[in-house]
């Protein structure tokens, strides 16, 4: 195909029946805000937030829109397109497996699927695609074409990208209690249990930490890579989950953002007896707590993580091509 031809056929895929993509000036307001009032195709772009540190991305299926962090902080925000009735997007955490910047379907038709970046070898994938209004692809993330190829040049292999149905925003958080050392009269059983510490097993970067109460396990992956797990309960409801997203380091304390996949959208701050939810190995915990930093996520979901297990299996970054 020439690149007249392609150019063309992009152009085709972005204009037909949709809105036309528009950056939002943001003025004061940040990034966050400004998300929720996002009209279809426009996006809102403010790197200069946050020059440096790891990304990380959020798509919110519930109110088709996503959020991109960088070093824990919010810099961009777009509406998308997700899978529609049928085909629709997991939910779960992955990252990014390849990048393409001209790309073309395998599957459906050898359709353009410009700004690609691969999320799962079964054909999952962030790209730049038509946006009518709501969810309309067969599994694929659309992103507007200009948001696609700034996001293009700011990612990297392996970036974290959590998919989740949140019927809110974010909202500063407590610190989670998986990634603390649990204090006295607060103690569990699992205080001493046995654990697995592997972080030879991969090579210094982003840490996102899987909680399944299902399973009553915590797996610790960088890089897409398992570097621990442990045993760990949760009491109390959990809901379809949860996830924190580590924002910055103000000298005293971590700050965090958190996300509930589900539930009444108002108040999210986590409550001040939050840590005695959780009853894992203390050791581990100050392990997780010390390879943490900004932009590293803590996922809690009440799903199993192992195949073949009874209730709906959650993805968790898939790294092996099938």
């Known amino acids: 195909m020439t690149k007249t031809t392609f150019l063309l056929g992009t152009i085709a895929l972005l204009t037909a029946g949709t809105a036309d993509a528009q950056a939002v000036n943001r003025g ?3 990034v966050i805000e400004v998300a929720a009032s996002l009209e279809n195709g426009q996006y809102v ?3 200069e937030l946050a020059p440096d540190g790891p990304v990380l991305m959020v798509v919110n299926l519930a109110t088709q829109r996503a959020i991109l962090f960088r070093n824990g902080v919010p810099i961009a925000a777009t509406t998308v397109s997700t ?4 085909n629709e997007t997991p939910t779960g955490v992955f990252t990014v497996l390849q990048k393409r910047k001209e790309h073309y379907s395998s599957t459906y038709n050898n359709a353009p699927m410009p700004n690609m970046q691969r999320l799962t070898w079964g054909g999952i ?3 730049a695609g038509k946006l009518p209004g709501y969810p309309a692809s067969h599994g694929c993330i659309r992103l507007p074409m200009a948001f696609s190829a700034l996001l ?3 990612t990297e292999l392996g970036m974290t990208v959590v998919i989740a149905s949140i019927p809110a925003l974010p909202q500063d958080s407590a610190e989670p209690a998986i990634a603390v050392s649990a204090a006295a009269g607060e103690r569990g059983s699992l205080d001493s249990a046995p654990f697995e510490w592997h972080p030879e097993a991969a090579p ?3 840490v996102s930490v899987v909680v399944s109460v299902a399973d009553q396990r915590a797996v610790v992956l960088r890089e897409g890579v398992e570097i621990g797990s442990a045993p760990v309960r949760v009491s109390g409801p959990v809901g379809s989950g949860m996830a924190y ?4 380091w103000d000298g005293t304390a971590r700050q965090w953002l958190k996300l509930n996949f589900a539930g009444s959208g108002q108040g999210m701050d986590v409550p001040a007896n939050e840590g005695q939810r959780f009853d894992a190995p203390l050791q581990f915990r100050t392990l997780v707590g010390d390879v943490l930093q900004p932009g590293s996520t803590i996922i809690v979901t009440p799903e199993s993580l192992s195949a073949g297990s009874t209730g709906t299996q959650q ?6 091509e099938s």
Do not use: C, Q, S
């Open 125 to 127: 994938a962030l790209h």
């Open 28 to 30: 004061n307001r940040p």
């Open 152 to 154: 293009f040049d700011v």
């Open 245 to 248: 997203i580590y924002r910055a």
């Open 83 to 86: 899978g529609k009735e049928g």
């Open 204 to 206: 210094p970067g982003i």
């Open 315 to 320: 993805t968790v970054i898939e790294n092996e």
């Open 45 to 47: 772009w403010a790197p």
